[in-house]
Structures are given as C-alpha cells and as structure tokens.
C-alpha cells in the first residue's frame, strides 16, 4: 500500500522522515490476517514491526508514492515516485530503505521551504541515521507508465 498526500499543492513538509506517521511511506501489510484492534496484521519482518516506528512501514520518504512493478522472473520490486518540481524518480525497494524525501528530490538538496532554492550541501543520512537510498532512475518526465523487462 502506498501512502503519499499533497496539500495545496506541496507534499506535507518532514513527514516522510518521520517514523511515526504513515505520510510519504510504503506501507506493507498482511490482508488474509489481521491483528487486534485492526483490519489486517503486520508482517513480523517489517524493519520496525518490533518498535522504532510505526509498524507498517516498509521503505520511508517517498515523495508521493505512484506505480509498483515487478517485472517477471525479478526479484526487485520497482517504484514510481512522483516528484514535488524538479525530479520524478523510478526506486528500487529495499525494505526499511530511505529514499531521501523531503531531504532529496532525485539526486538534488532539496529545500521544503523555497524548491527552487536548493541548500548547496544536503544530507547523506535520514532524520534517523540511516544512509539515503539513490533513486535507480530520477527523469524530468515522468515516473509513470514504466515498462521494465527482464
């Protein structure tokens, strides 16, 4: 389940980042069972199914989540990220991965105040620590209707 929102305009600031909301984030959850209080259950293995964040978070900081494919006979679990300005990218999913939003847009500082006036330096780590994932194909086009083959 994919997660993202924009609000007049501008995807809500610092949400992605965040380990406790579901904003800007891949969510990854078991629909045939479900857990107390909820309507499905939460994989054992999602990176913070035992604390550190909400549970049903898989890979964190996407912009706004678009299109999933997994090309047959891959292994990989490709995404379409739909950009704020500047860069739209095309992530390959690490589970627990950061993909850099609203710290990066593509490969470029991003700054959520003013987009079109990028910080010279930006982070190479999330508000957690954790290593930035870079998108495997940012475009000024699009991210969507990809066609991947293996």
């Known amino acids: 389940m994919k997660n993202g929102k924009i609000v007049n305009g501008k995807a809500p600031e610092g949400n992605a980042q965040h380990k406790n909301t579901l904003m800007g984030k891949v969510l990854r959850l078991d629909v045939n069972n479900r857990d107390a209080g909820k ?6 293995d999602n990176p913070f199914a035992k604390g550190g964040g909400s549970p049903e978070i898989s890979p964190m900081a996407c912009a706004i989540p ?3 494919l997994r090309p047959r006979r891959a292994r990989e679990l490709f995404l379409a990220d739909v ?6 990218e095309v992530d390959i999913i690490t589970k627990g991965g950061n993909y850099g939003w ?5 490969f470029d500082c991003f700054n959520p105040k003013d987009a ?7 982070p190479k780590v999330g508000a957690g620590g954790e290593p ?7 475009t000024r086009t ?6 991947i083959r293996k």
Not at 132 to 138: G, T
Not at 142 to 147: E, I, L, P
Request: glycine share 16%; aromatic share 8%.
């Open 116 to 122: 079109r006036k990028p910080p010279e330096q930006c």
């Open 39 to 44: 309507q499905y259950a939460v994989p054992k």
């Open 66 to 68: 678009g299109d999933f």
């Open 132 to 138: 930035l994932i870079d998108p495997s194909s940012p």
């Open 142 to 147: 699009g991210a969507g209707g990809a066609r």
């Open 83 to 88: 950009g704020q300005d500047s860069w739209e």
């Open 102 to 106: 609203n710290i990066r847009e593509g």
